[in-house]
């Protein structure tokens, strides 16, 4: 039913390290042949999402080991594993946070441009580890052949450029990543540590702290040429701050200096606690109200299967929020915050889930089911057991049930 060829014939003369732009050339220019039957039985399957799919899994069950081991534990673009870690110099403890700073916030631009580069990744220290793994995935897309025996077919042609960019743009931003903050580091940290208070990276988004506008924006330049492009590559914005004692926000995040000025706190914001709350609200409103459709209809089944469906999402939702802040530490001394979603989260689920229901007696019931108190529950191979725990049973097989919970927000702090 599906064939897919790719023409790799006229790439015959590539060596056996390959570059970076040859490879995303090779990619862009797969074909897929689909049986006309095939696709007008199935018209609702997107065929690239498929091929899409199983690339991404290729690309991080099988590559994701090596590709790891070379990376800085910094926070690059669509990253598996310390995707949320972030570079933070020293912070000058000279530095007061009552004067004028400036704010420098950076940006890399035309990221298309940047993956067809070779020039950043040629200067980088693991090029040759860098073009080992480049091979490793190509080779596995050459390998990956479907072949579904038909007599009759209509010949196809659709264009996976974008779908494959979008998977394989992972690894070549992380490796120009990667060797950007190595040239960064080995030509411009001393001038970094003396003019900057302050220096963080998310992935391609750069923010600095000085008290001197020229000396910073002398240091951006002088990064602009060690990439060695001939367009603009950088966006450059800044903000000055009178006291950076109130801070600011920066991507979801409130910096500001402690009370003593011998270190940075990195902070959630509040627009991001409320809008994390909202969501969680959302999630649980909308199940509620296919919860009440179905028993209506007297069908516990389906009841049960919303109920598992509503901890997937909420557990989906409060790992993805806690993981963005958790690499930073910022929540090493923010336990107040903590106490407070752990409430407020439980409340939501007890307010909506629950709200209809008048009887003490059904209300003792459905806390001692959904909130037990003697629980213990496995989480990252650690017991683990608090009292308002939201979990639910389910039927792993047929003599086997698991128990299937929301776990504390602190809990994942030691994830």
């Known amino acids: 039913m599906i064939q897919i060829f790719l023409n790799i014939n006229q790439y015959s ?15 862009s220019n797969s074909i897929i042949f689909i049986d006309n039957d095939f696709l007008y039985n199935n018209f609702s ?88 793994i480049i091979y490793y995935f190509y080779k596995i897309n050459r390998e990956l052949y479907f072949y579904f025996p038909q007599k009759q077919y209509f010949w196809r042609t659709l264009n996976l450029r974008s779908n494959y960019l979008k998977i394989f743009s992972f690894l070549i931003l992380n490796i120009f990543l990667n060797s950007f903050d190595f040239c960064v580091a080995l030509f411009f940290l001393k001038e970094i540590r003396r003019l900057f208070c302050f220096y963080v990276r998310f992935a391609f988004l750069f923010l600095f702290i000085s008290n001197n506008f020229l000396l910073s924006n002398s ?21 000055f ?51 009440k459709f179905y028993s209506c209809k007297g069908l516990r089944e389906v009841i049960k299967s919303i109920l598992i469906i509503l901890i997937l999402n ?4 409060v790992f993805n929020w806690m993981f963005y802040y958790k690499s930073f530490g910022t929540f090493s001394d923010s336990k107040k915050i903590l106490n407070f979603l752990f409430f407020k989260t439980n409340s939501i689920i007890l307010n909506f889930w629950f709200r209809r229901i008048k009887s003490k007696n059904n209300l003792f019931y459905l806390k001692k089911k959904y909130f037990p108190q003697s629980n213990r529950y496995l989480f990252q191979n650690k017991i683990k057991s608090n009292k308002w725990i939201f979990c639910t049973k389910y039927r792993f097989t047929e003599k086997i049930e698991k128990v299937l919970f929301i776990p504390k927000l602190s809990w994942l702090l030691f994830f």
């Not at 240091?219 to 903000?239: A, E, G």
């Not at 909420?314 to 939702?317: E, P, V």
Request: hydrophobic content about 45%; aromatic content about 24%.
């Open 314 to 317: 909420l557990r989906a939702l």
């Open 241 to 291: 701050i009178s006291n950076l004692y109130k801070g600011f926000t920066f991507l979801g995040f409130n910096f500001s200096i402690s009370e003593s000025f011998d270190n940075f706190k990195l902070m959630p914001s509040k627009y991001s606690i409320l809008y994390f709350l909202k969501f969680y609200k959302d999630l649980v409103y909308s199940n509620m109200i296919f919860m």
């Open 45 to 132: 399957i997107s065929f690239n999402s498929f091929i899409s799919n199983i690339s991404y899994l290729l690309f991080f069950f099988i590559l994701e080991p090596e590709w790891e081991a070379i990376f800085y534990s910094c926070s690059y673009y669509g990253r598996y594993q310390n995707y949320n870690s972030c570079i933070i110099l020293d912070f000058d403890k000279n530095f007061s946070g009552n004067y004028n700073s400036n704010v420098c916030f950076l940006k890399f631009i035309n990221m298309l441009s940047i993956l067809q580069s070779k020039s950043i990744i040629l200067k980088g220290y693991s090029f040759n580890l860098d073009k080992y």
């Open 219 to 239: 240091i951006i330049h002088k990064m602009q040429r060690l990439l060695l492009f001939d367009y603009k590559v950088f966006t450059f914005n800044s903000l």
């Open 13 to 27: 003369h590539i060596l056996f390290f390959p570059d970076s732009f040859t490879v995303l050339n090779y990619l």
